[in-house]
């Protein structure tokens, strides 16, 4: 599935700096493995049809000018893991960040096309779906999520792009809302997660909305710190990613966690085969890394 990070999830994330070796094993949790390293601020997370994981890159930025705050060059890229090996497939793309490289602006979320090849979104260019340098889909705002739908950020609405790249709107979310993730369930219906509302005097705690086409958006689950992705898995658990956590939610509504320390500044999530995959380190420039945690 694919979710993009929005320009709030960022915001949290920059004030983590450098993190130390992001897989520590915890007695008592699952074990956890390292599948890819050395990424530049990873992101959003997706498999191909072969088994193959693809991974965006929002960049380290580029060139700086004596006293800029950002610096722009075309870091971004699309990075696949498979076999055991990791390579960037897709490079060149627009990127800003830091003067260190961290916190980037760049390529944020990654899916499958139906010919099977990569496309991604950004937050370092105009709205929209991308394969490669091209846009294909354009949304007149910043892409805060996208799956088969979007999540517009500043109109607060849930969209749907047709054929054509035409949208329109499936729902739309009140004002404290700051949508961020969105998943299609295994009912059919959108679940769309939220961070805190950073223009909020005393932010609320973050939700899971639950959509229906043709119906309000309904309020499904509550109580998150704020929320970096989300992700089903064939069991019916809905797995929820934050900044340090990951917890499943089971079909009766339970809460089980299933990894905390190892868990530093998440970017995105991905299920398959029993495994959680999960990019950390998603504001650093070369030492992000994508781990497989078993649940």
Not at 42 to 52: I, S
Not at 88 to 116: E, H, K
Not at 213 to 238: C, E, K, M, N, Y
Request: hydrophobic share 40%.
């Amino acid at each position: 599935m694919l979710t993009i990070r929005s320009y709030f999830a960022v915001l949290g994330l920059l004030a983590t700096g450098h993190a130390a070796d992001p897989v520590v094993p915890v007695p008592g949790r699952p074990p956890v493995e390292i599948v890819a390293r050395g990424l530049d601020n990873p992101r959003g997370l997706a498999f191909g049809d072969r088994g193959e994981l693809y991974v965006a890159e929002a960049g380290r930025g580029g060139p700086c000018e004596p006293g800029a705050a950002l610096c722009s060059g075309r870091s971004g890229a699309i990075t696949v893991i498979e076999f055991g090996r990791q390579w960037r497939i897709v490079s060149g793309l627009p990127s800003q960040a830091a003067p260190a490289g961290t916190g980037a602006a760049g390529p944020t979320d990654v899916t499958i096309g139906a010919d099977g090849e990569p496309l991604h979104t950004s937050t370092a260019e105009p709205g929209g779906l991308y394969r490669g340098a091209n846009l294909l889909t354009a949304v007149p705002a910043p892409v805060a999520a996208l799956d088969t739908a979007i999540v517009d950020a500043r109109s607060r609405s849930l969209l749907r792009t047709g054929p054509r790249g035409r949208t329109r709107t499936v729902a739309a979310f009140p004002a404290r809302s700051a949508p961020n993730s969105v998943t299609r369930g295994p009912d059919g219906a959108w679940f769309v997660g939220e961070m805190p509302d950073p223009a909020a005097v005393r932010p609320q705690p973050a939700r899971i909305w639950r959509i229906e086409p043709g119906r309000p958006p309904q309020v499904w689950a509550t109580g998150f710190t704020g929320i970096v992705d989300l992700a089903w898995s064939p069991d019916g658990h809905l797995y929820v990613l934050e900044a340090g956590t990951l917890t499943a939610l089971t079909p009766t509504g339970e809460r089980r966690v299933i990894a905390t320390t190892a868990l530093t500044a998440p970017g995105g999530l991905a299920i398959r085969c029993g495994h959680a995959y999960v990019s950390t380190c998603s504001t650093c420039k070369d030492t992000g890394a994508v781990l497989k945690i078993r649940l």
